[in-house]
């Protein structure tokens, strides 16, 4: 096994980390490695896909989830990928979560020795958006522009909290041209939804948690299944408050109020009038116009 650990994860601590790994070496042989920068928990995952790890853990948040899986799969899809094993450390551990594991490290360290001890584990549909894998969400628009507001606090010292995500939120959605939509999607029978103010694309539920409550725009969505995407029509006040409180109670209905929503899609591509944030599980990579999005059945074994 080897356990890629974010050393910055934000929900633990140097010494919390060195206890989990000391757990997971008391049950097979295990090496660990830390991420030094952007992009390493990837290097270090694809070594040891090709090296013939087992298992690969993510020790970290949904960013350090994110890398090990491109890593992972950079040579494609293969009966030589290691099973997956996350251990949440990050402040929202959304992945981690839809697969109903634990939110506590602890707990999930329990979960995953069990699992391995028990050989048990599930294969995933994953997202794929042009050459970049993800694992629960991606977004264009509004929701991408908190993200790189959000990431923009912490270079600059902030914590990632989920007070800092809403505040960061509500900045973003006052600042934004509300009048010009800039987005339009193209499915794959033909038809085209044009006039769009944002698109959030998911392959599980929930999409995000605010505090302990999951928000579904999607609710749908399935890791059984290919993608879904949820566009909204309208930003203004009202309609954004009632699709939140939707989200909130997990009842977004596929047509409503300045929303729709598209269900367990193969393939399907976004475009913009203007360049627009663009961004993966909850990492900004900066403006796109075009995004082509396919959804990979089967694309990963996880331990759960």
Known sequence: MLVVSNPRATATSARQRDVLVHALAANTKLEIEETANRGHAAALACRAMRDGVDVVVALGGDGTVNEVVNGLLTDGIHDGVPALGVVPGGSTNV???ALGLPNDPVEATS????AMQTRRERRISLGRADDRWFVF???LGLDAAVVEGVEGHRRRGRTSTHGLYLRTAVRTFFGQERRKPAIQLELPDGRIVPDLHLAIVTNCTP???LGNRPMAPTPRASFDEGLDVYVRTRLGLPSVLWGSLRM?????KANEFGARSEHDLSEFMLRTSRPMPFQVDGDALGD?????????????RVLV
């Not at 979960?111 to 069990?114: A, E, K, M, P």
């Not at 796109?288 to 990963?300: D, M, S, T, W, Y």
């Open 95 to 97: 992945f981690a979560r």
């Open 111 to 114: 979960v995953l020795i069990d």
């Open 137 to 139: 969400a991606a977004g």
């Open 207 to 209: 999409w995000t948690f």
């Open 248 to 252: 909130a109670r997990g009842t977004t």
């Open 288 to 300: 796109r116009q075009e995004v082509h999005f396919a959804g990979v059945l089967n694309a990963l």
